[in-house]
């Protein structure tokens, strides 16, 4: 072989240059790739995502987006590999990025760098594009939450109530710790005397280590460990102290990761746990860590959601309310919802906005029902008459007691306490009350005002056909991500993981939505 050929390395030019043309015939005219790509092109991305950063070796950042966004409204889900992986076997993807393949890695290194912080911005903007090129009813907001399993371990939960218990045995241990160190170093003649304090912080265990470590060194006493080893006091103190600074300084990581609330995951402590319809444990009650996902729909398009870890719906309304008003600019005059969302701060906060009244109360479907023996004793059943008075099944009159204000919540809340003096001789007594002093009641006038509102609003055909309208839009939405495409757990982990993805969810669904506008499905001729 010649010498010039051994040290010699084998090159294959190669000319780069688009190749959407060779797709372009291949690819139908209404094929939602093609919607995609408008979409997106017609949104002017470059306001929110700054490509600037991207290397000269990297790809298009527009076509990265077209694949995700695509990839996302065909399979509602779409890993990195799935991404990787149709970039090189599906002729819609090879369209888009010119017969490319970036790597998962690429595709992951888009999504962290340059996707992450823009896409909520984004998704506010493709709205905006839908609502210019389709009919989209916005003063109606149809708003319905569930919850989504987290990608969390399955025994990884912490119980707030729990850890509270063991905190203040450990604090117990810790205060018996002391005043046996304290005794034993008395005995010994060693001048060394702790202090009791009624609350133990980490620094001041860790102090006390550090001094049960000089009295060691001062006496030249050695640490023994194994089997057989006699360990001195003091090093049976310092383990002791050791090991309540390491659990007090989880107990306090546990507080603040809990941040009030009743249980966290610790593979995922963004994740509550929560009742689900699915059980995996057997059906044994367990609660599963999750998120609590708000979304507000109109005419089938996903305008806003809300990601949370509180477990009831009824605290979320307020703060889904505000995101939407950030994201648009104003606020819809209807929001229907169901029973989880009738609350006094939650009607306040639609009065103040000018919101009609919508959304149902948690005793408005017992309201409806006739008067029985069973139900007549109920406290929903006794609110005051034209006259202001309160009578109970029996006839009796209700007598004012006192009126309180509770500030507590968001909006003042003034309540009338009311007390029945004929309970003692009364012969339904025992089906009413089992309270000594007689049947008491509390009464808001101002939430009963906001219930009398809000049954007229349904009670009218425009409020049964919201009502149906939410049941068919609100939860379709939720039917058609979780059953259709088998979207009900996270993948991702973090409050910020799980919007993230949430949203890229969120906009396949819009897509698809839009091009079943754009493109409406042709009946098929009978034979």
Known sequence: MPKYLVHSNALQPSFQFPLSFVYDDSIPRDDISRTVKEVVEGVNVFKYIDFSSRHDCGYDGLKLLQCILLAYTLKGYASLRDLEDLCKFDIRFQFIMDGLTPSFMAFQR?????????????????????????????????????????????????????????????????????????????????????????????????????????????????????????????????????????????????????????????????????????????????????????????????????????????????????????AYGDYPTKTPADAGYGSYDNYSYCKEHHIELFMKYNTYRKEQEKVTDKNRFKSYQMKPDEQGEVLCPAGHTFTFIKETTDKRGRYERKTKHYQNAHCPDCPLKAKCTKAKKGRTLKITEKLIEYQEEVKANLAKDEGKELMTQRSVQAEGIFGEIKQDYQYDRFRRRGETGVKLELLLVSIGHNLRRYHRSKFPKKKQCEA
């Open 110 to 326: 888009f999504i962290a760098n340059n996707l992450r912080m823009s896409l909520e911005d984004l998704f506010v903007e493709f709205n905006r594009y839908f609502e210019a090129h389709d009919d989209i009813h916005t003063d109606i907001l149809y708003i319905d939450g569930t919850k989504f399993e987290a990608n969390a371990n399955k025994m990884t939960f912490v119980w707030m109530r729990s850890t509270k218990k063991y905190r203040q045995k450990r604090w117990v241990k810790i205060m018996e710790r002391i005043k046996a160190f304290n005794a034993y170093c008395q005995k010994e003649a060693v001048p060394v005397k702790l202090s009791v304090l009624k609350e133990f912080s980490f620094e001041y265990l860790v102090e006390i280590v550090d001094t049960i470590k000089g009295l060691m060194n001062q006496r030249k006493i050695e640490s023994k460990h194994g089997k057989g080893q006699r360990k001195h006091p003091f090093q049976r103190f310092k383990e002791g102290f050791e090991e309540d600074a390491d659990k007090i300084l989880k107990y306090s990581i546990y507080y603040r990761l809990a941040d009030g609330r009743n249980s966290f995951s610790k593979t995922d402590p963004g994740a509550t746990f929560m009742h689900m319809k699915y059980d995996y444990y057997n059906h044994t009650n367990v609660f599963k860590p999750g998120y609590n996902v708000q979304m507000g729909s109109s005419n089938r398009y996903i305008r806003h959601i809300y990601v949370s870890s509180d477990a009831n719906d009824l605290n979320t309304y307020i703060p889904f309310m505000e995101g939407y008003n950030i």
